[in-house]
């Protein structure tokens, strides 16, 4: 598998659109679509089923600590994703053998994973999706969704209740 999420653009670019850049409202409630450099993505072939959306923003989802972010289209404000990063980067680099690419070591590099919530009546059942894991390279502001192609990364794999 090859996973290249080298640098298309500028360092001194964030990214975004000027029109893209400001407050926004979303699935997930208001949030500041921050021009800086540190929360824009590009992502490579977008995301699964949305794969005509690249531009995102990745934003804490409240101001207290937590280990879930929203990540924004800032193309349709319909689009967004909960995400967690995964602390431990070795659970898929043996999948993405080269998520270093360009000029990026391994400290640049932040895995995540989408999360689904499920809500009823009797609260949330929170999942992970650890087959199509999001690799960020944080220095040259690109990303890229890999599905993989092994049945021991489950879908639906249950977090929190």
């Given amino acids: 598998m090859t996973l290249n999420i080298s640098a298309h653009h500028s360092s001194e670019n964030s990214g975004l659109p000027v029109h893209a850049r400001g407050d926004r409202d979303t699935r997930a409630g208001s949030a500041t679509i921050d ?27 409240s101001d207290e600590p937590s280990e879930f972010r929203l990540l924004q289209s800032v193309e349709d404000p319909d689009v967004g994703f909960v995400v967690m990063s995964l602390k431990d980067k070795d659970f898929y680099l043996d999948h993405a053998p080269d998520a270093r690419a360009g000029d990026a070591s391994l400290d640049d590099i932040e895995i ?17 999706n650890l087959r199509a894991p999001l690799f960020f390279n944080r220095k040259s502001r690109v990303a890229k969704q890999v599905v993989l192609n ?4 489950p879908i639906r794999l249950k977090i929190l209740k």
């Fill in 35 to 61: 021009p800086g450099a540190d929360r824009a993505f590009r992502i490579d072939g977008g995301m699964l089923g949305f794969d005509h959306l690249s531009l995102f923003h990745l934003s804490p989802l």
């Fill in 112 to 128: 995540m994973n989408v999360v689904n919530i499920d809500k009823d009546s009797n609260g949330a059942d929170f999942y992970v």
């Fill in 150 to 153: 092994d049945s021991k990364y």
